[in-house]
């Protein structure tokens, strides 16, 4: 749309096309979900605010992955493609209704974080949830995963300056309703 | 506090959160939970059109008489073996088109198009479409003549072929900076192609190839009839490259997909006040001439719109809808597991199987 919970930014640069096997040797899907699932849990958190639905949202994005791994494991950034379902996911106001109502009807199943989040950071995410739809996935991109503009880009789909423009909107307005100061502009 | 630092703060908080969820759940349990909500949403559609056909909204047609698939709602008439998915099942990108250049589907891995026979429900021939290593086509469009392909290469741009089926002409138009074909859309208008890319709108000049992006309009799905251009809710002057209008409340809804037919612009939409459905409006968009609500009370979004002669077909999750433009009605709907692109031609709606890789012919019952 491979790289660790927290990749360093020169992890997620593209590139190595020109490697045939990189191109055609995907690793195993089940080592793919075992090192993504929890930061693509949070990412449906920081979106929709519920554990609940933050695991419905990833395990539907790990199944889409699963289903067509022939092709998503060969994508330079199979985690960003995950990603990037969540993100559309966790934004659709339908699809998380949908999830909502399955992971109500899964009362057994549902799970909690050992601890819980503190309110500082619940009140941030819901913040950031007020914001635009788009602005509101490259925050909690930038934050979460610390990636350099071009990678989220490659998750939201759209170019390297309108996800500059998404985060200096977002940052600004959060700031703002925050109280705090921006610090540093984004790289 | 900065904000930057209490970003980071709620990142790590959120990530260490994340991680005491305990570890991630079996893919086993996946797949049941899978099976077993395809099974419910099948038990529903059956039970919805039960219902339906009890209180007489639909022509009693007994499903034995209709030449159906077995294994498949009695609507499907036909599977046709393409290869194997893509898109997600969620996706907008077009992988079957039907017009005048005949009914075409994408097989992705295959680097492939391939032609439908649509007398004998059969491939009748593949186009190759592969543009070299790590070049995936995503997508697939018909207009003015041409089968449209669109490819892309991770991180490294997309490019169009503008394949003349009658010619075996391919013309390639390089696409470097549009990367993302994924939630895409084409439509053709006033000599140009235009793509829609993400969150942008691209005008690609047939005669000199040129690609270039248009600036203050965002992108949205496209229709294109004579010399409109719908991008969206917004009426778009090809020839002037200047927005001239806007749809009938355009506004207050969010429109996932949009064609034209019979002389109307069918859109899917998200009313907040009136929940999902589609809307028939007038060619300039002005005038409301319909509004069919979809699903239980609207719950249903559909995410693509096919239309043509007396079939206007829309798909959502687990669901085909088949509407009726001569009375704006819904006709039927169709269980299908996991549809994925819709569209209307040769006296058919051809469905794209997301899950299967599968075309499915569906009767239209006009």
Not at chain 1, 33 to 38: A, F, M, P
Not at chain 2, 233 to 259: E, H
């Amino acid at each position: 749309m491979g790289e660790g919970p927290k990749a360093p930014a020169g992890e997620l640069e593209l590139g190595g096309e020109d490697d045939p096997e990189s191109l055609h040797l995907p690793e195993p899907f089940e080592a793919f979900y075992e090192r993504e699932y929890h930061p693509v849990a949070g990412l449906g958190y920081a979106l929709s605010g519920s554990w609940w639905v933050a695991e419905d949202l990833a395990q539907e994005a790990f199944l889409a992955a699963h289903r067509r791994w022939d092709e998503v494991g060969r994508l330079q950034r199979p985690g960003a493609w995950v990603r990037r379902v969540v993100a559309n996911l966790a934004t659709s106001a339908v699809r998380r209704r949908a999830a909502e109502a399955r992971a109500l009807l899964r009362l057994n199943a549902r799970r909690e974080p050992r601890e819980p989040l503190p309110g500082e950071a619940v009140d941030f995410w819901r913040e950031v949830r007020s914001l635009p739809r788009r602005q509101a996935q490259a925050i909690a991109l930038f934050y979460l995963e610390g990636w350099p503009t071009p990678a989220i880009a490659e998750v939201l789909g759209c170019s390297d300056a309108t996800v500059r423009v998404h985060l200096h909107k977002g940052r600004r307005t959060l700031a703002r309703r925050l109280g705090e100061p921006e610090e540093e502009a984004p790289t | 506090m900065s904000l930057d630092t209490r970003g980071r703060q709620a990142a790590a908080l959120t990530s260490r959160a994340a991680e005491g969820l305990g570890p991630a759940p079996e893919l086993a349990a996946f797949r049941r939970r899978r099976t077993w909500r395809r099974g419910a949403l099948a038990l529903v559609a059956v039970a919805v059109a039960a219902a339906v056909v009890w209180q007489g909204a639909l022509p009693a047609r007994p499903a034995a008489t209709r030449p159906g698939v077995p294994g498949f709602d009695p609507h499907v008439v036909a599977v046709i073996p393409i290869g194997r998915p893509s898109p997600p099942e969620d996706s907008t990108t077009s992988v079957v088109a039907a017009g005048p250049e005949g009914i075409w589907a994408l097989d992705a891995p295959g680097h492939a198009v391939a032609r439908i026979d649509p007398v004998h429900n059969t491939v009748a021939d593949r186009v190759d479409v592969s543009l070299g290593p790590g070049w995936f086509p995503v997508a697939v469009w018909t207009g003015d003549g041409a089968v449209w392909v669109g490819s892309q290469r991770s991180g490294q741009g997309s490019a169009l072929q503008r394949i003349d089926p009658a010619a075996a002409v391919t013309r390639i138009f390089p696409l470097p900076e549009v990367h993302d074909l994924v939630s895409s859309d084409l439509a053709l208008a006033g000599g140009s192609a235009w793509l829609a890319a993400g969150d942008e709108l691209w005008r690609i000049d047939q005669r000199s190839g040129r690609a270039s992006r248009v600036e203050g309009v965002p992108a949205g799905p496209l229709a294109a009839s004579q010399e409109r251009l719908w991008v969206g809710g917004q009426l778009f002057d090809p020839r002037g490259g200047r927005v001239v209008g806007s749809a009938y409340g355009a506004g207050n809804v969010t429109t996932k997909d949009l064609a034209v037919a019979g002389g109307s612009l069918w859109a899917t939409v998200e009313d907040p006040a009136a929940g999902c459905g589609v809307r028939r409006l007038t060619l300039s968009g002005q005038q409301l001439q319909s509004w069919i609500q979809l699903g239980q009370d609207g719950d249903t979004f559909p995410r693509a719109i096919a239309a043509g002669g007396r079939t206007v077909a829309a798909v959502a999750s687990a669901a085909l809808y088949l509407i009726d433009p001569r009375d704006n009605r819904l006709r039927a709907t169709v269980a299908l597991r996991t549809p994925g692109s819709v569209a209307v031609g040769a006296g058919a709606v051809w469905v794209s199987d997301a899950d299967d890789g599968a075309l499915l012919r569906v009767d239209p019952g006009a």
